[in-house]
Nanobody, 114 residues
Framework: QVQLVESGGGLVQAGGSLRLSCAAS????????MGWYRQAPGKQRELVAT???????NYEDFVKGRFTISRDSAKNTVFLQMNSLKPEDTAVYYC????????WGQGTQVTVSS
């Protein structure tokens, strides 16, 4: 079992930035991957970015060049730096552990105004 707690969401204007954090209750090194997903109203949850055990990363096309996933293993925390935000990035953002995802956080709301 692991508890994942996201933070850092909020309201930002288009073009702005936010940094999301996901704090895990135990070592994130024990998971083969950590990820960020998002779910907009009326839509299915979708993958945003993943960071794997050995540090490789993967991004969905709609965030490439704008978002960066990183981690601080010593603090059991994963981050999502989001730059050049667009209104279509508005969603609840969820942290996940393992691949395929086996654990989820409660989510943090990101709202981008135009």
């Amino acid at each position: 079992q692991v508890q994942l707690v996201e933070s850092g969401g909020g309201l930002v204007q288009a073009g702005g930035s936010l940094r999301l954090s996901c704090a895990a209750s135990r070592s994130i090194s024990s998971f083969n991957a950590m990820g960020w997903y998002r779910q907009a109203p009326g839509k299915q949850r979708e993958l945003v970015a993943t960071i794997f055990t050995y540090g490789s990363t993967n991004y969905e096309d709609f965030v490439k060049g704008r978002f960066t996933i990183s981690r601080d293993s010593a603090k059991n925390t994963v981050f999502l730096q989001m730059n050049s935000l667009k209104p279509e990035d508005t969603a609840v953002y969820y942290c996940s552990a393992d691949w395929p995802p086996g654990y989820w956080g409660q989510g943090t709301q990101v709202t981008v105004s135009s």
